[in-house]
């Protein structure tokens, strides 16, 4: 017997029928003796609906009114999976966010989890009853509704496994798991038996979209082991943990790209203290987020900086450029014809010749490296987009991901 | 300036078109000076999407979870009209029960309101906001959802009204008001300037829909003067109030038919004591709502017993008499062709022959009586239905209830 949260997505409670599927492998999960708290999200599709109408009576809906309409996705959904599960004769009960004492900031529509008053929901769970808690969804210092962002049911999940101090934790998706890259992308990818946190959270930020950074992050910092598998198959999924002595034999545990890139490159600025920092600090104050940076300095003190931003975000950031290479100096192009290739491996530690490896493999291949940047266990490179499915295959191959 | 309550049902607020009207006409009404609490039902026919979605997994779902569900109904309009609100230029901010400070006992379904703890909300009307709330719901003692029962919208605005002392209670709905009579039936049915609770409770009893008693009786209790009217439309609705005496100058002021009740006729019951205790037990017992009673004593202690109950619960009425009837004797007859014609005023406490006028106008057509009740303040006769709509334009002109 042990005490399981399980988490289950929208396309997993997406209609009727897969709401009763998902009830039939909660039934067994109990009848097994398990204790089990539920977390699921509004059904996938509903979230949009929700946003359509908001937007048909607001051009601009107030964040806090958003949150209100939003948080009822995930009602409908605990509602419907309690009563899918009476069908079938397993007692259970649905809490809202509030409801499961998940108090919050007041940051609508991204608020972070500040603590769990979880005695209500452990009283029925002691009492044999399977909790069914809304994802997502939480509430603010003074009683109103506030919904935790992008990946929130996940955070759900992991925050109270944390709380009740579960023996396990499942979020289930419509994936099998971590894979050393994208199926679609690279055929002979792998499933991975196991992750450490800090692998996870570099693909998890580099566009292998399993889940939300904050999750990973919170579940390393509260140390909650969780299972990353499929609510449409009973294969086993990929263990996300600390990291573990042996996980460093492995040099590289995956290969990532991320398409969703933009470069900016800042030619002829006048390379003198402080440019730089102007650059970034205008950025920064319109909420752009910077990944790679590069800065070479070329020819008597005129420099080029280049830098990564989301394509979403790169008209904002050519506008908010505007005034401050007035100041600087300096010719702005934008390409958004880039994809970012990495290559993580908590192993890369202890191991060299890692980036030689990937540099080769790619040149061998005629793909030009635009930028390159490299963490304690991440290589990261910059090449065009029309060569990086191409480019994931090499690196794949290069470091014998295809190979248990 | 004034403190108002509004309440807008499902119809009034039934797409995005009919939110932004109630929008436009709260906006007029704020911007006049007024504080204003806005309580609002789930769009017309939502609660019926979710109950089928409710059966769709589960063939009987248990009440808790049924609230748990169709509170999301009013959830989505409150945060819906506080986004038309803000669209046009007008502050306000939505409140679920739970968070307007509705608290209520734990009968899930029916759940009455115990107190109303609305500072929260006090607080954001005096800083000059709208309030909106969700209509029919409330938070059970362990902080569960909970709902009203039918009319529970009503009940929300006159409870918050009470609690929050407002100079007004403005129901708003897709009539006009209360009229002499059904205006579909009877074509010189006048609407109502006023009424008073105990008239108001006669009809909402007798079949004239507008409100359900129990709303009228939290009103007539807390002393609520409240206003029934229309939400298309700017006429003035009926107010409903105390009595006060120049109201009895009126004899009759309305005549209300309902056609949804059965008459059932015991005849050849054994006339002895305790033979009528023991049916109407039998009947308690099964729940079943017993309104008219007429017992007739013939020849040799052999009596008639003769009742009526809603038409809905007729067959299971029959169902619980048959043990009863073995004991007591008799033969069971029953007449779902009936209606009950009701003339309702309080005048009538001072007034004399309002009966025999009443008798007369009915006999001159040939309709027959086939049970007379009667209380303080209305008469009620059960007649076939196929006259029902005839006797009631009679009964109509009978009290001059087409002139002023």
Redesign the interface.
């Known amino acids: 017997m042990a005490r399981i949260v399980q988490k289950y997505g929208g396309t997993s409670v997406g209609d009727?029928d897969r709401?009763?599927n998902v009830?039939a492998r909660i039934k067994a999960v109990r009848e097994a003796g398990n204790e089990l708290v539920v977390v699921v999200s509004a059904r996938a599709g509903v979230t949009n609906e929700?946003i359509a109408?908001?937007k048909?009576?607001?051009?601009?809906?107030?964040e806090?009114?958003?949150d209100?309409?939003l948080?009822?996705g995930e009602?409908?959904t605990?509602?419907?999976?309690?009563?899918?599960l009476?069908?079938i004769g397993v007692e259970a009960?649905?809490y809202?966010g509030?409801?499961a004492g998940i108090f919050t900031d007041q940051v609508h529509t991204k608020a972070k989890i500040k603590m769990i008053h979880a005695h209500?929901l452990e009283k029925d769970l002691r009492a044999g009853k399977v909790i069914i808690v809304a994802g997502f969804q939480g509430m603010g210092p003074?009683?109103?509704?506030t919904t935790l962002g992008r990946g929130g049911s996940d955070l759900t999940a992991i925050a109270l496994a944390a709380a009740i101090k579960a023996d396990k934790c499942e979020i289930y998706t419509d994936v099998d798991g971590v894979y050393t890259a994208d199926p679609r992308v690279v055929k002979d990818a792998r499933k991975l038996s196991e992750i450490s946190y800090d692998e996870m959270l570099e693909l998890a930020s580099l566009g292998s979209k399993v889940m939300q950074s904050r999750s990973v992050e919170f579940a390393a910092k509260y140390n909650v082991v969780f299972e990353v598998r499929s609510s449409f198959n009973t294969n086993p999924g990929t263990i996300v943990k600390q990291e573990v002595a042996y996980m460093e034999k492995v040099v590289v545990r995956g290969v990532a790209v991320d398409k969703d890139q933009a470069k900016i490159v800042i030619s002829n600025i006048v390379d003198k203290p402080g440019s730089a920092a102007k650059v970034f600090k205008g950025l920064a104050n319109a909420h752009i987020n910077v990944d790679m940076i590069v800065q070479n300095v070329g020819r008597q003190g005129i420099a080029n900086l280049t830098f990564t931003v989301p394509q979403t975000e790169s008209a904002k950031a050519i506008k908010a450029l505007g005034p401050i290479l007035k100041e600087t100096g300096g010719d702005v192009t934008v390409d958004e014809k880039i994809a970012k290739l990495s290559v993580v491996g908590v192993g890369m530690r202890t191991h060299s010749g890692v980036a030689a490896t990937l540099f080769q493999a790619l040149a061998d291949a005629g793909i030009n490296l635009e930028l390159i940047s490299t963490s304690e266990i991440k290589i990261s490179v910059v090449i065009q987009t029309d060569r990086a499915d191409e480019a994931a295959r090499l690196a794949h191959k290069a470091f014998d991901l295809d190979k248990l």
């Open positions: 009727v709401i009763k009830a929700l109408r908001a048909a009576v607001c051009e601009n809906p107030s806090r009114e958003m209100q309409l948080a009822i009602q409908e605990i509602a419907l999976t309690a009563m899918a009476h069908g009960m649905s809202t509030a409801q209500a003074d009683g109103q509704t």
